[in-house]
């Protein structure tokens, strides 16, 4: 591929009426058959703090709104919902192989999930990965020479306990290769909003460390121990360390907090949906 990829919005058309724009899709993907994108929160029929198109099954929406708000992304992608895997997400930073008998494990409810991972790999063709997520970072990643792909949930747990770097060794153990191997960053909260405390502080000093570079920070305004870190940031530089080109890192930067579109956990004080990243394989 030569230059970035760029991100689309997908949209959905009645007659001449734009109903609402569902998923940020990554179209440079679909002729090395990689679907994917970033949901927001237009687009489906939740209702008041969940509104509206709500993916997750654990905030208190009602389980058949959520399944059909799936549906509508999962065809937007040209998948079928049923081919859709969810992960339980714990804030760990465990990854998950996806084979055929794990395919679409979690798309209808919470329990059938693949429990105890924040990441998963599969090289399954038409199976596809969902991560959801309201301020942690979504993280879809592709190889578009190998058919392999993976998504990852990366909240400042994820992120300083390396999870970036877990699932592309994951993605490597699986057949993908470091040189063809690009990587997307959804919408999450940035160094804009997300003011930080400790334990937080020292965990992001010890994975910029780790890297051997500097962390960098700006100090909160509101707060005089407290500092605003940059959680894609980091991302991108563990991913640059791995040896990923940043012409095949893809970065939204979109803010949940302080952006429309979007759910964001604090923002909403915990009451609230959440989008999600989609990634699809279909060679
Ligand atoms: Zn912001």
Avoid at 80 to 108: C, K, N, W
Wanted: a neutral charge; glycine letters at 10%.
């Amino acid at each position: 591929m030569t230059g970035l990829p760029v991100f689309f919005y997908a949209t959905m058309r009645l007659g001449a009426k734009l109903l609402a724009d569902t998923l940020l899709r990554i179209r440079d993907f679909e002729k090395y058959g990689v679907y994917a994108g970033f949901s927001g929160r237009h687009g489906g029929l939740s209702k008041d703090a969940f509104s509206s198109l709500n993916i997750g099954l654990h905030v208190g929406d009602e389980n058949q709104v959520v399944l059909h708000n799936r549906q509508v992304i999962a065809h937007d992608l040209g998948i079928s919902d049923m081919q859709v895997t969810y992960a339980e997400q714990i804030h760990g930073t465990d990854v998950a192989v996806i084979d055929e008998l794990h395919v679409g494990r979690g798309h209808a409810s919470l329990q059938s999930a693949v429990q105890g991972v924040d990441a998963m790999v599969t090289k399954v063709n038409h199976a596809a990965l969902a991560i959801v997520a309201a301020d942690c970072v979504p993280l879809l990643f592709a190889d578009l020479r190998h058919p392999v792909i993976g998504a990852a949930h990366a909240g400042w747990r994820g992120a300083t306990g390396g999870i970036v770097t877990k699932t592309v060794e994951t993605m490597l153990a699986c057949g993908a290769s470091l040189s063809s191997l690009y990587v997307a960053m959804g919408p999450a909260i940035r160094g804009c909003c997300y003011e930080v405390d400790e334990p937080v502080i020292s965990q992001y000093k010890a994975a910029y460390h780790r890297i051997g570079k500097k962390p960098q920070w700006q100090p909160s305004t509101k707060h005089s121990h407290r500092v605003m870190i940059d959680l894609p940031t980091l991302l991108n530089d563990q991913l640059i360390s791995l040896g990923i080109t940043q012409n095949r890192i893809l970065d939204t930067a979109i803010c949940t907090h302080c952006m429309d579109g979007y759910y964001s956990y604090r923002k909403e004080n915990g009451t609230t949906g959440r989008h999600g990243g989609f990634i699809a394989l279909r060679r």
